[in-house]
């Protein structure tokens, strides 16, 4: 059942109330308060969804709390008092305030702080008049100049009702200074629709799909009454970008996947709230227009990072294979005009331009690009894509696809196996063998493969800009690692010059992945599991070209670090999202090194490999 707002606020009085008071105010905070009583104000009660930072940049961050009124105050507006420190005991004070917020943003507070020092860790609190005090969050301004190091971490995709928020307990526990959320942040489904059953005593709220401002609202608030969600945004600021799910499933310029103009309203009207409800929750710097929100973040002269929204601004329609089906088969060249459609954009023309000049404009040695969809090309046989279809026409229509799972796995592995012996060189590879396996086309048309002039256009600009240029993804739920070569305009990839780029892409905080998909998941001996997905993973890297890494199947984020010489990404991944007993391990790290004809993927010995 699910709990109504009324009684989740009741609930955050509860749990928090008590606490709020033990510890006396500081005399910073209490000295912001103006002494008059303003009548706009009222009990801040507790603050009962934590606090947060992000956006930094090397001289201001943004704060984030939120008040939990109390049963009288829905109505009013409340003075918060903050505070910003260089010493988590909130003594060498360097910059304080107070901000009025209400019902008009939901009773959230977001502060830029301005005149701050760069590459320095600071620490801010919020209070009431009534005495009630937030947690000690903890921030950090970027660097300038020459910088040594930058260590990020990257999640994306965290769905409350799938299983506990480990990855983030893990990432607030980890070196990272700073995290980069690439989208997913929250989903907008109903109570067990994905997944198909909720996890124990976490089922969303509202119950339904939420369609507006209100129903937004509160299924941020739920999010952020999660102690793990809560403890990581105490710890790290962010940089967010939004995917669909913030919105709605495969979202684009003027609809969803899953939006029903008829039975649900106005597209453009949810979109709006959606928005709304994202830069009043999210630690966003927000702008006069909220939908554009890609943005630039220097650290110094050693990274140039791009944020990117692949999703709600300039998305056209994704293409779809049935549009293209014919009696006599696939209509090929109408396809491939349609990818061609340089008038179907991904990003929009003016933020087409913003990356290109953001990756023009800089002299850092690493060009970061953080997104939500994959950039790599996933090519795979068309005979794989028609059966992936169908299971998935059957899994979405709750069928059993058990049996057609067990075909594809086999199918798989036959095709690996015919693309091995091309790679080695065996001359009795048949003219149909090959065919088989070279006969290829898109597996997903919503990522960057379904937007090819996109996509070429900034990789063959960081091509002739001679840039060091690695790509960070979410989205998918699994793990993967590509190296990035440009393609003519006939689609051919020109893989003779060396790869321009890399792309890392990130594991689920919580979403499912292939597993759940291919079937593997629901084998019952865990023997036997892991080698049907380690063969899985094994025949899918073989028969995707440029793919060199795949996980399909474990939660987790990954840990990027740049330096001078290389950027690095260690996948890190924990073993259980069904308890917040966990244990974390880093299954796979890789690199790249500057510099044209070194922009390459390389695999790095784990301790337990050496």
Avoid at 147 to 167: I, L
Avoid at 176 to 182: K, R
């Amino acid at each position: 059942m699910a709990v109504t707002t009324e009684l989740s606020r009741r609930s955050f009085l509860k749990s928090v109330a008590a606490g709020a008071g033990v510890a006396s105010v500081p005399a910073a905070l209490t000295g912001c308060f103006s002494d008059d009583d303003d009548k706009r104000d009222l009990t801040v009660y507790v603050f009962g969804h934590g606090v947060a930072s992000g956006d930094p940049l090397s001289d201001r961050v943004i704060i984030w709390t939120r008040v939990t009124p109390s049963d009288d105050g829905l109505t009013k507006e409340a003075e918060v008092a903050w505070v910003v420190a260089t010493d988590e005991a909130m003594t060498n004070v360097v910059a304080s305030g107070t901000v009025f917020t209400s019902a008009k943003r939901d009773f959230t507070v977001k502060v830029d702080v301005t005149g701050l020092s760069a590459n320095t860790a600071y620490y801010y609190r919020f209070a009431g008049k009534d005495g009630a005090i937030s947690p000690v969050g903890e921030t950090r301004t970027l660097p300038t100049q020459n910088v040594e190091r930058v260590v990020m971490a990257v999640c994306s995709c965290s769905n409350y009702p799938a299983g506990f928020f480990n990855v983030y307990q893990a990432i607030a526990e980890s070196d990272a200074e700073v995290v980069l959320h690439l989208g997913d942040y929250i989903y907008e489904y109903g109570s067990n629709e994905y997944p198909k059953a909720d996890a124990a005593g976490r089922s969303p709220e509202p119950s339904q799909e939420i369609l507006s401002l209100s129903d937004y609202r509160q299924r941020y608030a739920q999010y952020r009454s999660d102690e793990q969600l809560q403890l990581v945004h105490q710890k790290k600021p962010f940089i967010c970008v939004w995917d669909d799910h913030e919105l709605a499933n495969d979202a684009w310029i003027g609809g969803a996947e899953n939006h029903d103009d008829e039975t649900e309203g106005d597209f453009a009207i949810r979109k709006a709230a959606a928005i709304q409800a994202y830069h009043e929750w999210l630690p966003i710097r927000s702008g006069a227009d909220q939908s554009k929100i890609w943005r630039r973040f220097e650290f110094g002269n050693l990274v140039n990072l791009t944020m990117m929204d692949t999703r709600v601004y300039g998305r056209s329609e994704p293409l779809d294979y049935a549009d293209f089906i014919t009696a006599t088969g696939l209509d090929s060249a109408g396809f491939q005009a349609a990818l061609a459609d340089s008038d179907r954009t991904l990003l929009g023309a003016e933020q087409q331009q913003f990356v290109i000049g953001s990756m023009f404009n800089s002299n850092a040695k690493w060009q970061v690009l953080g997104q939500q969809i994959l950039m790599a090309r996933i090519f795979i046989p068309v005979e794989l894509l028609v059966d992936l279809g169908e299971i998935q026409a059957t899994l979405s229509a709750g069928g059993d696809a058990s049996a057609a799972q067990v075909a594809v796995g086999q199918k798989l592995g036959e095709l690996a196996i015919i693309k091995g012996r091309i790679l080695a060189g065996d001359d009795s590879v048949t003219v149909a063998e090959r065919a088989r396996v070279e006969t290829v086309a898109p597996y997903n048309l919503d990522a960057w493969d379904g937007y090819f002039p996109a996509r070429e256009e900034i990789i063959r600009r960081a091509k002739y800009f001679n840039k060091n240029l690695v790509v960070l993804a979410g989205d998918t739920h699994n793990a993967w690692a590509s190296d990035l070569y440009p393609a003519n305009d006939s689609g051919q990839v020109e893989r003779n010059n060396g790869s321009v780029g890399v792309e890392f892409a990130t594991a689920s905080v919580t979403s499912p992945g292939f597993e759940n998909y291919v079937g593997f998941n629901s084998i019952p001996d865990a023997t036997v599991r892991a080698a049907q997905k380690a063969a899985f993973e094994q025949a899918v890297t073989t028969l995707v070209d440029d793919l060199k890494y795949l996980n399909a199947a474990d939660r987790g984020y990954m840990r990027v670090q740049f330096d001078d010489a290389q950027a690095s990404c260690e996948w890190v991944f924990i073993d259980t999202i069904a308890s917040k007993t966990y244990q974390t391990q880093v299954k796979k790290k890789m690199r790249v090194l500057p510099g044209m004809t070194k922009r390459t993927l390389e695999n790095v010995a784990l301790p337990s490999q050496v």
